[in-house]
């Protein structure tokens, strides 16, 4: 397994003058060593040095550094990975159905690498760990960045991962409030260096004259390009896009794949990508190509015309009526053994590609001595823990901050629906009052009193009802949280406190209160409850609405499907109506049924309820209340239990959120015990690091 850094104990000095941000985001930081490593004291303090003083050395000669290159304080910015295996979920431990079987590769910068393959779950695999978005708990292997092996510093401070399917703040925001917000989650700095700094980004990625157009009026090809110009805010010294030319037409692609190569040679950068089918001009672009067959290497090296050469020098056959890429492609079509153009030259095997690739002299020359360094790279304990690693010297904002920064964009993204959502809560408090009114109505005889049972019924249905879209929302958000999550944007609790903040206390514990009373000033006559009534009735709504919420954010957290999460919510409720007390009059049920309904939140709302609204009228109603076997004293009880249960599914719904992970693959549901494995690794990671109390985003642990 790929080794974690250790927790930095040293800082380099934070009183060097630091480089503009729009001109060079890349300086010094803290070094990474084990907290009980004293004997290397004199080295660190050595290498503290030895970096502040390349930082004032860098700083006295910015001037010569206008091109925007990513300088590193010690060797060069080059991504090894050596001997990279990775199983596919849910096979046999005995058996090799492995998604990569020991990948070797160099990632150099300045140039333009693509990684090509028959099959998509392959080559997505590499790009993820190359991305560092995979864990290494996941994987066997080797990788390192500049001599170091990596830790988690490596996917928030090097690597700029920019996915197919974009990640914004919001689709409803403009390009420039969505770089603003990326900006801000990340470092702070002042309110004309963020101008800058999204002034140049526009600028590099062309999308200047739409810096006012919201994400959703964009082309494809812009969308593009605003993922790859959020993944640039922070200088990246490795950008990795997945599936550039996805979904474009010719042009498009082509303007995309001069982009990344304008980035690797003009910028310096390491860029990665991920490609399906190029078009021979696309893949003209190109500096080195990685070729994959099934899980196998078949191919590092130079791409263009060199890489069709190597295969041809091992005796296979490329029809000129096929494109280079296409022989490519069908060479390394992993439902076949091998390839051939007509079925009559030899073919073979990935296994045997991989075994003539590591013989040949583009192996020895290529890959080999890089791999060897690997090797000293990751079994020298002090190079791996001490050596100075490659950090920005700004500091993130705190963790109030963020929290402030997403509840500002969430209001700006429902802002632009605003009376929308005005019309909404209007109508909600309306269909309620005029169902108070009905409630009103009622007279004292059976008749009035099954009426009254029946509204409270459908009041407690509604709030749940209204409630089942929590979890298909969280499902749908979930790929824009793991993004920002891996990327240091913020945290697993920071994106929890936001979710309970707006979704539960704003719009479902204040928002209809403030509305209800509004409604109500002036025409208090039009229900006829006691203040006293209507109050707790309001006071119970809130609770049970709490409650319902908190169910279906908990389901919202550990379903990875929207449909199968509606479904187990649907299932429940209707398991809550049964035993609630209205169909089913559980009083003269089996003694075993007694235990079910301590379950179900509807019976606590429904009881509580209908004491309030019932137990000071008439007779009958009492003697109804009686009846169903309901108690006077369990009135606030109830809601003593929901708010209890509320809580406790809000926190478990936190252990969710903390045991989630990017999907490498389509995979089967993860059991019990692998959620709460991860969860608690997750967590501690998080503790560890809070405890640390560092300022630089790249050592956060989501």
């Given at each position: 397994m790929s080794a974690k850094c250790g927790s930095p104990t040293g800082r380099i000095d934070k009183s060097v003058h630091s480089l503009a941000f729009h001109s060079c985001l890349s300086e010094s930081g803290p070094i990474d060593d084990d907290d009980d490593d004293d004997e290397d004291e004199v080295e660190r303090n050595t290498l503290i040095a030895s970096a502040n003083a390349a930082l004032w050395a860098r700083n006295q000669n910015h001037s010569m550094h206008s091109n925007g290159l990513?300088?590193?304080?010690?060797?060069?910015?080059?991504?090894?990975?050596?001997?990279?295996?990775?199983?596919?979920?849910?096979?046999?431990?005995?058996?090799?159905?492995?998604?990569?079987?020991?990948?070797?590769?160099?990632?150099?910068?300045?140039?333009?690498?693509?990684?090509?393959?028959?099959?998509?779950?392959?080559?997505?695999?590499?790009?993820?760990?190359?991305?560092?978005?995979?864990?290494?708990?996941?994987?066997?292997?080797?990788?390192?960045?500049?001599?170091?092996?990596?830790?988690?510093?490596?996917?928030?401070?090097?690597?700029?991962?920019a996915l197919q399917r974009g990640v914004y703040c919001s689709k409803l925001l403009t390009v420039r409030q969505n770089l603003m917000f990326v900006l801000?989650?990340?470092?702070?700095?002042?309110s004309a260096e963020q101008d800058q700094t999204v002034d140049r980004v526009l600028e590099m990625v062309h999308l200047k004259p739409d810096e006012r157009k919201k994400i959703i009026e964009l082309s494809?090809?812009?969308?593009?390009?605003?993922?790859?110009?959020?993944?640039?805010?922070?200088?990246?010294?490795?950008?990795?896009?997945?599936?550039?030319?996805?979904?474009?037409?010719?042009?498009?692609?082509?303007?995309?794949?001069?982009?990344?190569?304008?980035?690797?040679?003009?910028?310096?950068?390491?860029?990665?990508?991920?490609?399906?089918?190029?078009?021979?001009?696309?893949?003209?672009?190109?500096?080195?190509?990685?070729?994959?067959?099934?899980?196998?290497?078949?191919?590092?090296?130079?791409?263009?015309?060199?890489?069709?050469?190597y295969f041809q020098s091992q005796g296979m056959v490329w029809n000129?009526?096929?494109?280079?890429?296409?022989?490519?492609?069908?060479?390394?079509?992993?439902?076949?053994?091998?390839?051939?153009?007509?079925?009559?030259?030899?073919?073979?095997?990935?296994?045997?590609?991989?075994?003539?690739?590591?013989?040949?002299?583009?192996?020895?020359?290529?890959?080999?001595p890089y791999l060897i360094d690997i090797d000293t790279i990751c079994s020298n304990r002090h190079t791996i823990h001490t050596d100075v690693d490659i950090y920005h010297s700004y500091q993130v904002p705190s963790e109030l901050s963020r929290?402030?920064?997403?509840?500002?964009?969430?209001?700006?993204?429902?802002?632009?629906?605003?009376w929308w959502h005005v019309l909404r809560w209007i109508s909600t408090v309306g269909i309620l009052l005029l169902i108070g009114k009905l409630y009103s109505m009622q007279s004292t005889n059976q008749a009035g009193l099954q009426n009254k049972v029946g509204i409270i019924f459908f009041v407690i249905v509604l709030l749940m009802l209204m409630n089942i879209p929590t979890a298909a929302s969280l499902i749908r958000h979930r790929p824009v949280f793991?993004?920002?999550?891996?990327?240091?944007?913020?945290t697993t609790p920071t994106y929890w406190t936001v979710t309970i903040l707006w979704e539960l206390i704003f719009i479902r514990m204040i928002i209809p209160p403030i509305v209800a009373v509004l409604l109500t000033a002036g025409m208090y006559w039009f229900i006829t409850f006691e203040q006293d009534q209507l109050t707790d009735l309001l006071v119970m709504i809130l609770i049970a609405q709490s409650s319902f919420y908190a169910l279906s954010f908990c389901v919202g957290c550990y379903w990875n499907s929207t449909s199968s999460a509606n479904t187990v919510l649907q299932a429940i409720f209707?398991?809550?109506?049964?035993?609630?007390?209205?169909?089913?009059?559980?009083?003269?049920?089996?003694?075993?049924?007694?235990?079910?309904?301590?379950?179900?939140?509807?019976?606590?709302?429904?009881?509580?309820?209908?004491?309030?609204?019932?137990?000071?009228?008439?007779?009958?109603?009492?003697?109804?209340?009686?009846?169903?076997?309901?108690?006077?004293?369990?009135?606030?009880?109830?809601?003593?239990?929901?708010?209890?249960?509320?809580?406790?599914?809000?926190?478990?719904?936190?252990?969710?959120?903390?045991?989630?992970?990017?999907?490498?693959?389509?995979?089967?549901?993860?059991s019990v015990w692998q959620v709460l494995t991860r969860a608690v690794r997750n967590?501690?990671?998080?503790?560890?690091?809070?405890?640390?109390?560092?300022?630089?985003r790249y050592q956060q642990i989501p």
């Open positions: 990513t300088d590193t304080v010690m060797g060069a910015s080059t991504v090894i990975f050596k001997n990279i295996t990775i199983r596919k979920p849910g096979t046999n431990p005995e058996s090799n159905d492995n998604l990569l079987t020991n990948v070797s590769g160099v990632l150099q910068p300045g140039k333009l690498t693509a990684i090509l393959g028959s099959n998509d779950l392959e080559v997505s695999a590499l790009l993820n760990i190359v991305a560092g978005a995979v864990s290494d708990q996941e994987y066997t292997g080797h990788l390192a960045f500049a001599r170091r092996q990596i830790g988690s510093w490596y996917r928030r401070s090097i690597v700029g991962f801000q989650l990340h470092i702070q700095i002042s494809a090809e812009s969308k593009l390009r605003m993922t790859i110009a959020q993944e640039l805010l922070l200088d990246p010294s490795v950008i990795v896009v997945e599936a550039p030319t996805s979904g474009l037409g010719y042009q498009s692609s082509l303007r995309i794949m001069r982009l990344l190569k304008g980035l690797a040679e003009n910028k310096g950068k390491t860029v990665v990508v991920s490609l399906s089918q190029p078009r021979w001009a696309v893949y003209n672009l190109l500096d080195n190509l990685i070729l994959l067959h099934g899980s196998h290497l078949a191919y590092f090296g130079k791409a263009g015309e060199h890489a069709i050469e000129r009526h096929y494109t280079p890429t296409d022989f490519l492609l069908q060479l390394c079509d992993s439902d076949e053994v091998g390839w051939s153009t007509a079925g009559e030259e030899p073919r073979m095997s990935a296994a045997a590609l991989d075994l003539a690739y590591s013989q040949s002299p583009e192996y020895q020359s290529l890959l080999a929290i402030l920064i997403l509840l500002k964009s969430i209001v700006l993204r429902h802002w632009v629906y605003k793991l993004h920002h999550r891996g990327s240091g944007s913020y209707a398991f809550f109506i049964m035993t609630g007390g209205f169909l089913i009059n559980t009083k003269y049920m089996p003694s075993w049924f007694s235990w079910i309904e301590k379950f179900s939140f509807f019976r606590y709302t429904y009881e509580s309820i209908l004491i309030n609204m019932l137990s000071d009228t008439d007779e009958d109603s009492k003697t109804y209340i009686s009846d169903q076997g309901f108690h006077e004293d369990n009135k606030w009880k109830n809601m003593y239990i929901l708010l209890g249960i509320a809580i406790g599914l809000l926190l478990a719904g936190l252990v969710g959120l903390f045991s989630l992970r990017p999907p490498l693959v389509v995979t089967k549901s993860p967590i501690i990671g998080y503790l560890r690091e809070k405890k640390s109390n560092n300022v630089d």
